[in-house]
Antibody
Framework: EVQVVESGGGLVQPGGSLRLSCEAS????????MSWVRQAPGKGLEWVSA???????YYAASVKGRFTISRDNSKDTLDLHMNSLRAEDTAIYYC????????????????WGQGTTVTVSS | QSVLTQPPSVSGTPGQRVTISCSGS????????VYWYRQLPGAAPKLLIH???QRPSGVPDRFSASRSATSASLAISGLRPEDEADYYC???????????FGGGTKLTVL
């Protein structure tokens, strides 16, 4: 079964840091782009960041310079390092598998995890 | 304010057909694939339609979708109580370098 499972969420103070992880299984991880999408409480979906199979990274303007996405194809894992966290970063963060290897080919995401909750509050 | 515009809610009775619209622009829906995701209460989004009108394996043919110029629509026929969920459209946004989503439409089965 193709699946991705997130971990690492929690409560963090404004200005703090957190690392989210996503473990993939059931598919050849190294051949697909991967992405993070978040959903603030009671709100819609917002794309956060993506990484192509080859390692090129992409970020939404709201997180650029604060978040870093990375992948370890030897361990089938995806990470999101989040720094300088703000209250508006509070959300459920979903890991999602891209349909193809290259993010800029403009395809969507076909498999999503259950999400991990990040709360930024003092 | 979402880049793609969806109605906040739609409703129907069991067996009916409902449609959900998604309005965008030249920089997103026009020229890019549209995707539809379904999110059951308390659950993660799940792919319902990809590449404008293609159903992934396991999605029943009660679900269909279309795209025209800068808008798209999702149709659900033979409505069932278990179809109650939030539905999101999505398309690549050229200015963002990533996908944008509609605000979501809550489907209520009366």
């Amino acid at each position: 079964e193709v699946q991705v499972v997130e971990s690492g969420g929690g409560l963090v103070q404004p200005g703090g840091s957190l690392r989210l992880s996503c473990e993939a299984s059931g598919f050849t991880f190294s051949k697909f782009a991967m992405s993070w999408v978040r959903q603030a409480p009671g709100k819609g979906l917002e794309w956060v960041s993506a990484i192509s199979a080859g390692g090129t990274t992409y970020y939404a303007a709201s997180v650029k310079g604060r978040f870093t996405i990375s992948r370890d194809n030897s361990k089938d894992t995806l990470d999101l390092h989040m720094n300088s966290l703000r209250a508006e970063d509070t959300a459920i963060y979903y890991c999602a598998k891209g349909e193809v290897s290259e993010w800029l080919l403009r395809y969507g995401m076909d498999v999503w995890g259950q999400g991990t909750t990040v709360t930024v509050s003092s | 304010q979402s880049v793609l515009t969806q109605p906040p809610s739609v409703s129907g009775t069991p067996g009916q057909r409902v449609t959900i619209s998604c309005s965008g622009s030249e920089s997103n829906i026009a020229g890019n694939y549209v995707y539809w995701y379904r999110q059951l209460p308390g659950a993660a989004p799940k792919l319902l339609i990809h590449r404008n009108n293609q159903r992934p394996s396991g999605v029943p043919d009660r679900f269909s979708a279309s795209r025209s110029a800068t808008s798209a629509s999702l149709a659900i026929s033979g409505l069932r109580p278990e179809d109650e969920a939030d539905y999101y459209c999505s398309a690549w946004e050229e200015s963002l370098g990533g996908p944008v989503f509609g605000g979501g439409t809550k489907l209520t089965v009366l």
